[in-house]
């Protein structure tokens, strides 16, 4: 195979993933430098390195309080998702019959659904229930969209572990649930690791929801602090913006080196077998 | 007999799943459509009106523009983001190396980062005299690049939003691309090199064709999806400038939590349910007929 197309196309796709990286290093750029500095100079090296402008944008939107706001949503929407949803994947694994197929296809149509659709209603609900301005008001309604998919995948997992496993459990005197529990779900933990990541990811990035639930500025989650800093501070101080940007993306970053393989590999999961 | 602990086992474990979905969802589900028929302000009675709220909102030319651009994205989506997604996910799976293997991550990484700090990113690099952009042609002095408010004129918004959507979420569709391409038997493509066919003739002729289905599921994502438009510009732009970025999400939201017009707000919810469920289910019919032809 001639080399020349191979040097060309590697080279293009360098460029593309480049373009994709950019902006988040060119913030660094801007956030150590004072105003001034960077209005007569913004691409220069900066004079010094400043902390000034993260600890500015940290404590405008109180980035610490929306940390841990984010973290409870997060962990309750794994906490509420992921059990039911393997519950409900290995009854419809194995225990096949009219109903319990009926009753997957009701929750399989709940994967189409999405939350805008209802937005006025759950709403409406959640007031009623008094979870409007609660942080659980938003990872119950997420718990019942992200059920669908993660129980789906369950399903799909269950159904590829052999009959036999369940078998030997049930010959050596183990009841439905002591199978379930003892033998099977240890069996699930990557589908288990992978739900949990993903379902935390979900949580985590999660923006309408939390617009519409939260009204207490404590309550607000890292992405409303993201957006009431985008309206309220703005780029007219471009470095303290910067800064904004460096912090707010930094957790979802290294969140993603971390587990990046996983990550993939979750997504691909969900759209291969769909 | 019948095994009743068996029974009471699926009833037991079906039941946390099936609360949350009934609660949240088949519920709301529910109450959009009877809300879409009623004129429902949050405040005093709720009165039937039928399809009023439905008419209303085809006389209304906020929704028809939103409704303009939803499906002006869905195109554009599937004509740019999805040839552009198909590029890149061939060139990294037939041009593997050292330095194209890591690049896979480095494409979807983007797509993990949650649409408010996409929108900021969007912002930062787009503001008016700060931006990278701006700052950028000051360097340069091209003073006709300095001047263009990306997010501000009505006839570059759109597209402005279009293009960070395009940055953030293009790399799903190169991850499940890559997948797909990485499914063909190595022999099909060694079938191609004998014949002469060289890795473009390959990609037109042989790969494009076996991958029609997760082409078409593609395309099914970036139609449904962008029919629930929401976040991107409505964080970046709050629709305008007047309603060149608006959507039908954006109109959604704003006539349920700031004019409290509910009932309308829930037609909304209708037709965004129903033209998504219109696009699936005739991208799904074009695919069996297919598959009963061969």
Redesign the interface.
């Known amino acids: 195979m001639r080399k020349a197309p191979v040097v060309i196309v590697t080279a293009v796709l360098a460029v593309l993933a480049l373009g994709v990286v950019l902006p988040l290093f060119l913030p660094l750029f801007f956030v150590f430098k004072t105003r001034l500095e960077f209005a007569y100079d913004p691409w220069g090296l900066p004079q010094a390195i400043r902390w000034e402008n993260f600890a500015g944008a940290w404590e405008a939107i109180r980035i610490g309080q929306g940390l841990l706001n984010t973290l409870y949503v997060s962990l309750g929407a794994i906490a509420c998702t992921v059990p039911p949803a393997a519950m409900a994947g290995y009854v419809f694994a194995r225990y096949r019959s009219k109903v319990t197929e009926f009753v997957f296809y009701a929750v399989l149509a709940g994967y189409f659904v999405p939350v805008l659709m209802v937005l006025i209603p759950l709403y409406r609900l959640s007031s009623k229930l008094g979870l409007t301005n609660t942080l659980p008001g938003l990872f119950l309604p997420m718990a019942a969209f992200g059920i669908p998919f993660w129980t789906i995948i369950y399903r799909s997992f269950f159904r590829s572990l052999p009959e036999e496993l369940a078998e030997a459990a049930r010959i050596d005197g183990a009841g439905h649930a002591a199978t379930f529990f003892l033998v099977m779900l240890p069996l699930a933990k990557p589908a288990t690791f992978l739900a949990a990541l993903l379902c935390f990811i979900g949580a985590w990035s999660d923006y309408l929801l939390s617009l519409i639930m939260l009204n207490d500025q404590n309550l607000f989650t890292m992405q409303l602090r993201v957006a009431q800093f985008l309206n309220n501070y703005g780029t007219s101080n471009m470095p303290r913006y910067a800064a904004g940007v460096v912090i707010s993306a930094a957790p979802t970053l290294l969140l993603y080196i971390l587990g990046h393989r996983w990550i993939l590999k979750g997504t691909l999961a969900g759209a291969l077998k769909g | 007999m019948r095994d009743w602990?068996?029974i009471g086992?699926?009833v037991l474990?079906?039941f946390?799943?099936?609360a949350?979905?009934a609660?949240?969802?088949?519920?709301?589900?529910e109450?959009?459509f009877r809300?879409s028929l009623t004129r429902s302000t949050?405040l005093g009675d709720e009165a039937y009106v039928g399809l009023q709220n439905y008419a209303r909102l085809i006389r209304d030319a906020e929704f028809r523009a939103g409704l303009v651009n939803v499906l002006a994205w869905a195109f554009w989506s599937v004509m740019i983001q999805i040839p552009y997604s198909f590029f890149?996910a061939y060139?990294?799976c037939l041009?593997r190396?050292r330095?194209?293997a890591p690049?896979?991550?480095?494409?979807?990484?983007?797509?993990?980062?949650?649409?408010?700090?996409t929108?900021?990113?969007g912002?930062?690099?787009f503001?008016p005299r700060?931006?990278?952009i701006a700052?950028?042609a000051?360097?340069l002095k091209w003073t006709w690049l300095q001047r263009i408010d990306f997010l501000g004129d009505p006839d570059l918004a759109f597209w402005s939003v279009f293009a960070v959507a395009t940055?953030a979420y293009t790399?799903?569709g190169i991850?499940?691309l890559m997948?797909?391409i990485e499914q063909i038997p190595r022999e099909i493509q060694e079938a191609a090199e004998i014949d002469g066919a060289n890795?473009w003739q390959y990609a037109w002729h042989v790969v494009i064709p076996m991958l029609s289905y997760p082409l078409r599921?593609l395309a099914i994502l970036s139609t449904?999806g962008s029919?629930?438009l929401?976040?991107l510009p409505y964080?970046l732009t709050r629709g305008g400038p007047g309603y060149a970025t608006t959507t039908l999400?954006i109109i959604?939201?704003q006539q349920?939590?700031t004019n409290w017009q509910?009932g309308r707000?829930?037609a909304i919810?209708?037709v965004?349910?129903l033209l998504?469920?219109v696009f699936?289910v005739a991208q799904f019919s074009i695919q069996r007929k297919e598959g009963e032809l061969r």
């Open positions: 602990r068996g086992f699926q474990f079906l946390p799943a099936v949350f979905l609660v949240f969802m088949y519920y709301p589900i109450e959009t809300l949050g890149v060139s990294l041009y190396n330095f194209t690049l896979r991550a480095i494409f979807f990484l983007a797509n993990v980062l949650p649409s408010a700090i929108a900021m990113l912002s930062f690099m503001a700060y931006g990278v700052t950028l000051a360097r940055w790399g799903f991850v499940y997948a797909n890795r599921i449904v029919l629930k929401f976040d964080l999400g959604l939201y349920g939590f509910y707000a829930a919810g209708v965004i349910f998504s469920l699936t």
